[in-house]
């Protein structure tokens, strides 16, 4: 079984801990209380293999911006969350594209989202604007509801291939295609 830490990043109010909380425990987290720090966990098969992904929601708000390298630096993958409600949100994502950029070395493998899919009627980013984004930061963009689930666990399960993909790739690592967990993965232990 595979093992992934996920950050998710973005400003504060963007949805950050409902998506997480979506994945984990499929429910919708209607009150906002803003976050420090979280960490959810889920086992999930994505292409017929056992992962467990670690979840780290973060928090938006700017006097927190000093533990964003720690958050960036646990992670493996990444998802830079917006509300398509608020223009502000998307503007502000290159700043944590950038912290995710300096933490990491080489291309970290990133997620784009649209968050709040379900408000379309306050809709301030077009879906265009969101694509296009994607292209220039080099990642996959999807639009998401963390109060339907709509596109939720598609996210992680495209991070999820985006990250075994990059193992397969790693300097020295022999291919492993028919996704049997090397010799080394097959000795980890999870204690919960």
Request: with cysteine.
């Amino acid at each position: 079984m595979d093992q992934w830490t996920v950050a998710v990043l973005g400003d504060g109010g963007v949805g950050k801990t409902a998506l997480a909380v979506q994945f984990t425990l499929n429910c919708f987290v209607e009150t906002y209380d803003p976050t420090i720090e979280d960490a959810y966990r889920k086992q999930f098969v994505v292409d017929n293999r056992m992962c467990f992904v670690e979840v780290i929601d973060t928090a938006g708000q700017e006097e927190y911006a000093t533990l964003r390298d720690q958050w960036v630096r646990e992670g493996q993958g990444f998802i830079l969350v917006y509300s398509i409600a608020s223009r502000q949100t998307f503007d502000r994502l290159e700043v944590f594209r950038q912290s995710v950029r300096r933490a990491k070395r080489g291309d970290p493998i990133l997620m784009l989202v649209g968050n709040k899919a379900d408000k379309a009627y306050e809709r301030e980013v077009s879906k265009e604007e969101g694509a296009a984004l994607a292209r220039q930061f080099g990642c996959e963009f999807i639009e998401t509801s963390a109060k339907t689930a709509q596109n939720v666990e598609r996210v992680f399960t495209s991070l999820v291939r985006a990250l075994r993909q990059t193992r397969n790739l790693e300097p020295g690592a022999a291919p492993n295609p028919g996704g049997r967990p090397r010799e080394r993965e097959r000795r980890r232990c999870i204690i919960l």
